[in-house]
Protein backbone atom coordinates (compact mmCIF):
# COMPACT_ATOMS: atom_id res chain seq x y z
CA UNK A 1 0.00 0.00 0.00
CA UNK A 2 1.18 3.80 -0.06
CA UNK A 3 3.60 4.90 2.37
CA UNK A 4 3.04 8.26 3.82
CA UNK A 5 5.98 9.28 5.98
CA UNK A 6 5.84 12.13 9.01
CA UNK A 7 8.90 14.14 10.66
CA UNK A 8 9.70 14.61 13.51
CA UNK A 9 7.32 12.30 15.14
CA UNK A 10 7.68 13.81 18.45
CA UNK A 11 8.70 17.40 19.60
CA UNK A 12 8.84 18.68 22.81
CA UNK A 13 9.48 23.05 22.04
CA UNK A 14 9.32 25.61 24.56
CA UNK A 15 6.15 28.15 24.66
CA UNK A 16 6.52 30.99 22.12
CA UNK A 17 8.18 28.96 19.32
CA UNK A 18 7.54 27.50 16.29
CA UNK A 19 7.73 24.29 15.29
CA UNK A 20 7.84 22.50 11.65
CA UNK A 21 6.06 19.09 10.94
CA UNK A 22 7.00 17.65 7.50
CA UNK A 23 4.49 15.20 5.44
CA UNK A 24 5.54 13.21 2.48
CA UNK A 25 4.58 10.29 -0.10
CA UNK A 26 7.01 8.22 -0.66
CA UNK A 27 5.80 5.80 -3.47
CA UNK A 28 3.08 7.97 -4.81
CA UNK A 29 2.03 11.43 -6.20
CA UNK A 30 0.03 13.37 -3.83
CA UNK A 31 -1.84 16.32 -5.66
CA UNK A 32 -3.71 16.82 -1.89
CA UNK A 33 -2.96 16.28 1.21
CA UNK A 34 -5.27 16.88 4.88
CA UNK A 35 -3.67 17.67 8.36
CA UNK A 36 -5.55 16.28 11.39
CA UNK A 37 -5.15 17.11 14.88
CA UNK A 38 -6.66 14.35 17.36
CA UNK A 39 -6.95 15.26 21.09
CA UNK A 40 -6.91 11.94 23.72
CA UNK A 41 -9.21 9.97 23.02
CA UNK A 42 -11.14 11.85 20.65
CA UNK A 43 -11.20 11.73 17.42
CA UNK A 44 -9.90 13.45 14.30
CA UNK A 45 -10.27 16.70 13.47
CA UNK A 46 -9.32 18.38 9.88
CA UNK A 47 -7.44 21.24 10.22
CA UNK A 48 -6.75 21.89 6.55
CA UNK A 49 -6.69 20.75 2.72
CA UNK A 50 -3.06 21.36 1.00
CA UNK A 51 -2.78 21.43 -2.60
CA UNK A 52 -0.06 21.73 -4.37
CA UNK A 53 0.82 24.63 -5.46
CA UNK A 54 -2.10 26.84 -3.67
CA UNK A 55 -3.06 28.40 -0.62
CA UNK A 56 -4.16 25.59 1.79
CA UNK A 57 -8.12 25.38 2.48
CA UNK A 58 -8.65 25.92 6.19
CA UNK A 59 -11.48 24.39 8.31
CA UNK A 60 -13.50 26.65 10.44
CA UNK A 61 -11.91 28.05 13.83
CA UNK A 62 -8.31 27.06 12.71
CA UNK A 63 -6.29 30.57 12.58
CA UNK A 64 -4.49 30.06 9.02
CA UNK A 65 -2.01 32.77 10.56
CA UNK A 66 -1.21 30.46 13.29
CA UNK A 67 -0.68 26.60 11.67
CA UNK A 68 1.15 27.68 8.01
CA UNK A 69 0.90 24.96 5.62
CA UNK A 70 3.02 25.03 2.32
CA UNK A 71 2.25 21.86 0.00
CA UNK A 72 5.56 22.78 -2.34
CA UNK A 73 5.54 19.66 -4.29
CA UNK A 74 3.62 16.36 -5.25
CA UNK A 75 5.25 14.28 -2.30
CA UNK A 76 5.48 17.09 0.50
CA UNK A 77 3.19 18.97 2.52
CA UNK A 78 4.47 21.03 5.95
CA UNK A 79 2.60 21.96 8.78
CA UNK A 80 4.18 25.11 11.00
CA UNK A 81 2.73 25.50 14.22
CA UNK A 82 4.05 29.57 15.02
CA UNK A 83 4.81 30.86 18.24
CA UNK A 84 3.23 27.52 20.16
CA UNK A 85 1.60 27.41 23.45
CA UNK A 86 1.00 24.88 25.76
CA UNK A 87 -2.86 24.22 24.14
CA UNK A 88 -1.04 23.53 20.65
CA UNK A 89 0.04 20.17 22.43
CA UNK A 90 -1.53 17.66 20.75
CA UNK A 91 -1.17 14.75 18.22
CA UNK A 92 -1.03 16.17 14.56
CA UNK A 93 -1.30 13.38 10.92
CA UNK A 94 -1.14 14.06 8.03
CA UNK A 95 -2.79 12.43 5.26
CA UNK A 96 -2.10 11.95 1.88
CA UNK A 97 -4.75 11.49 -0.90
CA UNK A 98 -3.90 8.26 -3.68
CA UNK A 99 -5.82 7.53 -6.32
CA UNK A 100 -5.40 3.51 -6.47
CA UNK A 101 -5.66 1.21 -9.53
CA UNK A 102 -9.47 1.12 -9.04
CA UNK A 103 -10.05 4.19 -8.95
CA UNK A 104 -10.71 4.46 -5.32
CA UNK A 105 -9.49 8.10 -4.10
CA UNK A 106 -8.57 6.92 -0.69
CA UNK A 107 -6.38 8.84 2.20
CA UNK A 108 -3.37 7.21 3.43
CA UNK A 109 -2.16 8.32 6.73
CA UNK A 110 1.80 9.13 7.91
CA UNK A 111 2.44 7.82 11.48
CA UNK A 112 1.85 11.59 13.15
CA UNK A 113 3.93 14.16 15.12
CA UNK A 114 3.40 14.43 18.98
CA UNK A 115 3.87 17.70 19.88
CA UNK A 116 4.53 19.03 23.58
CA UNK A 117 4.87 22.49 24.05
CA UNK A 118 6.12 23.60 27.28
CA UNK B 1 -26.04 18.56 8.81
CA UNK B 2 -23.64 15.54 8.25
CA UNK B 3 -23.36 12.77 10.88
CA UNK B 4 -22.07 9.58 10.91
CA UNK B 5 -23.06 7.62 13.85
CA UNK B 6 -21.20 4.27 16.03
CA UNK B 7 -20.90 2.95 18.79
CA UNK B 8 -18.29 4.19 21.15
CA UNK B 9 -17.40 1.15 22.59
CA UNK B 10 -17.30 -2.80 22.47
CA UNK B 11 -16.06 -5.59 24.13
CA UNK B 12 -15.78 -9.26 22.35
CA UNK B 13 -13.79 -12.31 23.46
CA UNK B 14 -10.82 -13.53 21.81
CA UNK B 15 -11.89 -16.22 18.79
CA UNK B 16 -15.19 -14.59 18.49
CA UNK B 17 -17.08 -12.19 16.31
CA UNK B 18 -17.75 -8.49 16.62
CA UNK B 19 -19.62 -6.50 14.63
CA UNK B 20 -19.01 -2.55 14.37
CA UNK B 21 -22.30 -0.74 12.66
CA UNK B 22 -21.66 2.81 11.61
CA UNK B 23 -24.99 4.39 10.29
CA UNK B 24 -24.77 8.01 8.51
CA UNK B 25 -26.60 10.66 7.17
CA UNK B 26 -24.43 13.32 4.63
CA UNK B 27 -24.95 15.93 1.76
CA UNK B 28 -23.45 13.24 -0.95
CA UNK B 29 -22.22 9.93 -0.83
CA UNK B 30 -18.99 8.85 -2.76
CA UNK B 31 -18.10 5.66 -0.88
CA UNK B 32 -17.60 4.58 3.08
CA UNK B 33 -14.54 3.80 4.54
CA UNK B 34 -13.05 1.99 7.75
CA UNK B 35 -9.49 2.65 9.40
CA UNK B 36 -8.11 0.95 12.16
CA UNK B 37 -6.10 2.96 14.78
CA UNK B 38 -4.13 1.41 17.70
CA UNK B 39 -3.97 3.94 21.08
CA UNK B 40 -0.87 6.31 19.67
CA UNK B 41 -0.76 5.43 16.43
CA UNK B 42 -2.07 7.13 13.28
CA UNK B 43 -5.39 5.46 11.05
CA UNK B 44 -4.14 2.37 8.64
CA UNK B 45 -6.77 2.06 5.84
CA UNK B 46 -9.30 -1.37 6.22
CA UNK B 47 -11.79 -0.92 3.57
CA UNK B 48 -13.68 0.70 1.19
CA UNK B 49 -17.49 0.07 -0.15
CA UNK B 50 -19.35 2.74 -2.90
CA UNK B 51 -21.76 -0.39 -4.09
CA UNK B 52 -24.21 -2.28 -1.80
CA UNK B 53 -23.20 -5.53 -0.29
CA UNK B 54 -20.47 -7.07 1.43
CA UNK B 55 -16.77 -6.92 0.92
CA UNK B 56 -14.74 -9.59 2.48
CA UNK B 57 -10.64 -9.08 2.82
CA UNK B 58 -9.57 -11.99 5.36
CA UNK B 59 -10.98 -11.68 8.92
CA UNK B 60 -12.27 -8.59 8.30
CA UNK B 61 -16.02 -7.72 6.02
CA UNK B 62 -17.74 -4.93 5.63
CA UNK B 63 -21.02 -4.22 4.50
CA UNK B 64 -23.09 -1.46 2.84
CA UNK B 65 -26.41 -0.49 2.00
CA UNK B 66 -26.96 3.00 0.85
CA UNK B 67 -30.52 2.78 0.76
CA UNK B 68 -30.25 2.56 4.90
CA UNK B 69 -27.26 5.00 5.11
CA UNK B 70 -25.73 1.75 7.09
CA UNK B 71 -22.16 -0.40 6.99
CA UNK B 72 -21.22 -2.77 9.56
CA UNK B 73 -17.25 -3.80 9.59
CA UNK B 74 -17.48 -7.64 10.63
CA UNK B 75 -14.15 -9.05 11.77
CA UNK B 76 -13.77 -12.85 12.50
CA UNK B 77 -11.75 -15.07 15.00
CA UNK B 78 -10.93 -11.95 16.81
CA UNK B 79 -7.34 -12.04 18.25
CA UNK B 80 -5.46 -9.51 21.13
CA UNK B 81 -4.10 -7.64 18.22
CA UNK B 82 -7.72 -6.39 17.26
CA UNK B 83 -8.30 -4.04 20.63
CA UNK B 84 -8.33 -0.63 18.86
CA UNK B 85 -10.31 1.86 17.90
CA UNK B 86 -12.11 1.43 14.74
CA UNK B 87 -13.06 4.12 12.74
CA UNK B 88 -16.04 5.08 9.97
CA UNK B 89 -15.54 7.69 7.39
CA UNK B 90 -17.85 8.41 4.36
CA UNK B 91 -16.58 10.85 1.46
CA UNK B 92 -19.05 13.23 0.79
CA UNK B 93 -20.40 15.15 -2.52
CA UNK B 94 -16.85 17.37 -1.99
CA UNK B 95 -15.26 13.90 -1.93
CA UNK B 96 -13.94 15.09 1.64
CA UNK B 97 -14.09 12.45 4.45
CA UNK B 98 -16.80 12.92 7.07
CA UNK B 99 -15.61 10.93 10.45
CA UNK B 100 -17.43 9.10 12.77
CA UNK B 101 -15.91 9.45 16.62
CA UNK B 102 -14.54 5.74 16.72
CA UNK B 103 -15.80 2.53 18.19
CA UNK B 104 -13.26 1.32 20.90
CA UNK B 105 -12.97 -2.31 21.02
CA UNK B 106 -11.89 -4.42 23.50
CA UNK B 107 -10.47 -8.21 23.27
CA UNK B 108 -10.81 -10.24 26.38
CA UNK B 109 -9.24 -13.32 26.51
Known amino acids: GAVVSQHPSRVICKSGTSVKIECRSLDFQATTMFWYRQFPKKSLMLMATSNEGSKATYEQGVEKDKFLINHASLTLSTLTVTSAHPEDSSFYIC??????????????FGPGTRLLVL | GQNIDQPTEMTATEGAIVQINCTYQ??????LFWYQQHAGEAPTFLSY??LDGLEEKGRFSSFLSRSKGYSYLLLKELQMKDSASYLCAVSDSNYQLIWGAGTKLIIKP
Open chain 1, 95 to 108: SARDLAGDSVETQY
Open chain 2, 49 to 50: NV
Open chain 2, 26 to 31: TSGFNG
